[in-house]
C-alpha cells in the first residue's frame, strides 16, 4: 500500500472519530453523550493518596481532618469515614458537601495504607408550597373560612461529584499533617 493509501486510510479514521464524537437522532437533532463516556480513567487524575500510617490512624487522621473543617461525621468506623457540610453560598441556595473516606492497607506488614476519597456537591432551592386549608364553625353553621399557609421545603436540584484536583490536594496534606502531629502526639 503506498503513502496515497495511509492517506485514505488516515482521512477515513479521522471522519470516523470526529463522527463518533456526535450521536444523531431522528429528525438531524444532536444527541449528547453520556455521562460515563467522559470517565477517562487517568492514573494521575486519581481519588487516593498513600500514607506511611496503619488504616485505623489514616482513618482516624481523614475524621479528624472532616471535623477540624466543620463537617459532621455521620458514620465512622475503623476503615471508613463519612461526613458532611452545608453551606449557603447565596439567598435561596443551599449547597452540601458529603465526603466518602475508604482506607485499605498496602503491603504485607500494615504500616501503609490508602485512603480513598469521594466528595459528592448537592446543590438544593428553596421552593414555596401553598397550602389551603378550611375552617368550619358548627355552632354558626355552615361558614367556612379559607386560611391559606405556604410552606418552603429545599429540593435537590442538582449533584455531581467533586472532579480530582486541588480540592482533594488540600485534603491529603491536612490529612498528611495531622498524621504527623497524631505521631507526635505518641
Sequence with gaps: ????????????????????GCVWAPGGARVPHSVYQSEHFQSDETFS?????????????????LLSQGYVITASRADAISGSKRFQPEGEVHMEISFTVVCVPEGASGTLSTAYVSALQDRYVIKKVANNTSLGVGALGSISV??????????????????AGQFYDRYFALMQRLLADMREGH
Design 146 to 163: 379559607p386560611l391559606s399557609s405556604s410552606e418552603e421545603s429545599l429540593v435537590k436540584v442538582g449533584s455531581e461529584t467533586i472532579p
Design 1 to 20: 500500500m503506498g503513502a496515497r493509501g495511509h492517506t485514505r486510510i488516515l482521512a477515513c479514521w479521522l471522519a470516523s472519530a470526529a463522527l463518533a
Design 49 to 65: 493518596r498513600l500514607f506511611d500510617a496503619s488504616v485505623a490512624d489514616t482513618c482516624e487522621a481523614a475524621r479528624r481532618a
